[in-house]
């Protein structure tokens, strides 16, 4: 028994796989180690400069910014100016008709005969129209467009949260594949130990064949999943890399993250048990039903009468006499002769659009209600969301305590169940067992580390005080 020990520690030493294989791992780790420490707040921040859809939602408002300045210059008269030189003939008969848009404007003296000589005319117009009272139409139009621009801020505010929480959680889950890539990492070298050794101590007949079997059997499950934890990690990083900017090979996380946990800052953040309305995903709903309130408004004053001043003043010039004699030359035509100006203010309501406002008025009724609703269930989401973080965030810190042990335990009999393979005393299958044990234990402590982060950002984040427990990782 005693000559089983010395082979197996023997072996244990000068294993020339295992020696490739642990330089393997240290050129992989060196190279990790030699690229940038991406820590967390600067993540969140270069994903926030970067991400298109938070420069879509910033256009967003800045046009709607534009818009209420836009519609502030409504309540501006419109005024315009025509100046026109024509040659044509002139003639015209009794009766009226719709010009449509189309027909030329003809206007001389009716005349009992087609008169085929061209006449000359210069004639310039100034034409204003100001609806100066619309009863609170304008004003309605003004908030309305403010209400527009108060949603697209609000919709960037929430944006720029969720995807603020998702690059937490994102870093969070890259930390843990990173740790967890190292605990498969120490378990299959673990595994090749014991498989190195045991195919020693088999050949030389110390050993039933079965041992190696079943040793080549764990090594195998355990390559497997080192080979998976290594493209969980991949998977991370890559999508890190995209939200930062950054190219893959030259970031790597920062590993002290979890022990942040600990901090009195982030253990003794105040929190509540319900969440504020002008929480970025509370104020979304908010924004929109007042956006629908400031749209009905505006639907109601549409229809409303418009007292409005009307002005015009024109001048006038023909080639032909006031007596319907046509001038010989025509650029007589060009010198104005005539003069008018006409002022008058005018009352106008369209009755029949009665019908269309109360239709209108009663579908926007019936919208605002429907964004009321949806901003109370969002609040009843938020608020039980907030009332689980706060329950589990409780049990957590109670296991969190417990790890501790359970770790210290796992490590220990592990030893102990490979000291007893190695005296004879038991079969590989505890050692394989206490391995496991010892694997899942480690990794399930990493779990519990990160579910800790995770349930004090949303008790943050639904607080209101996310950016406090961002800067905490600042560096």
Known sequence: ?????????????????????????????????????????????????????????????????????????????????????????????PGGYFTFGVIPSVSG?????????????????SYLDWPFYTFGYYNSQKRNAEAMYATNQSVLNGD?????????????????????????????????TILNAIKATVQSGLKPGVDSSTANATYARDRISYLQAKDEYTYDLIEIATYTGIRPNNISPDTA????????????????????ITHPLLDVYQKQYEQQLALNKTLSRMYMPKLSLEGAGWVRASSISPTTVYANDPVSGLSYSRYNYLFGVSLSYNISDIKHQHDQIVEGKYYAQAKEDA?????????????????????????????????????????????????????????????????????????????????????????????????????
């Not at 003296?109 to 117009?125: D, H, L, M, P």
């Not at 870093?171 to 673990?190: A, F, M």
């Open 1 to 93: 028994m005693h000559h089983i020990q010395i082979i197996i520690k023997n072996i244990l030493g000068v294993s020339a796989y295992f020696r490739r294989y642990t330089l393997c791992i240290l050129i992989f780790t060196s190279a990790i180690a030699h690229g940038q420490v991406l820590n967390l707040y600067d993540a969140i921040s270069k994903s926030v400069s970067n991400y298109p859809l938070i420069q879509q939602r910033q256009s967003e408002v800045a046009a709607s910014k534009a818009h209420v300045s836009t519609v502030n210059a409504y309540k501006l008269p419109n005024l315009k100016v025509l100046e026109e030189f024509d040659a044509g003939t002139s003639n015209s008969l």
């Open 160 to 192: 720029t949260y969720l995807l603020t929480e998702h690059m937490l959680n994102l870093y969070l889950d890259w930390v843990k594949k990173y740790r967890l890539l190292q605990i498969e990492t120490e378990n299959l070298q673990r595994s090749e």
């Open 375 to 475: 901003l109370h269930t969002q609040e009843i989401n938020l608020n039980k969301a907030l009332l689980q973080a706060n329950m589990a965030y409780t049990t957590m810190l109670e296991k969190l305590h417990e790890f501790p042990f359970q770790l210290r335990s796992a490590r220990e009999a592990y030893e102990q169940q490979a000291a007893l393979y190695r005296a004879g005393l038991n079969t590989l299958i505890d050692v394989t067992n206490a391995q496991y044990v010892l694997k899942q234990t480690e990794a399930d402590y990493v779990s519990a580390q990160e579910g800790l982060l995770q349930l004090l950002d949303i008790r943050a984040g639904l607080n209101g005080r996310l950016d406090n427990f961002i800067k905490t990782f600042k560096k």
């Open 257 to 276: 993250v979890f022990t942040y946990a600990s901090q009195p800052e982030l253990l003794q953040m105040p929190v509540s048990d319900s969440v504020t």
């Open 109 to 125: 003296s009716i005349q009992s005969a087609q008169n085929n000589s061209i006449a000359t005319g210069n004639f310039a117009v």
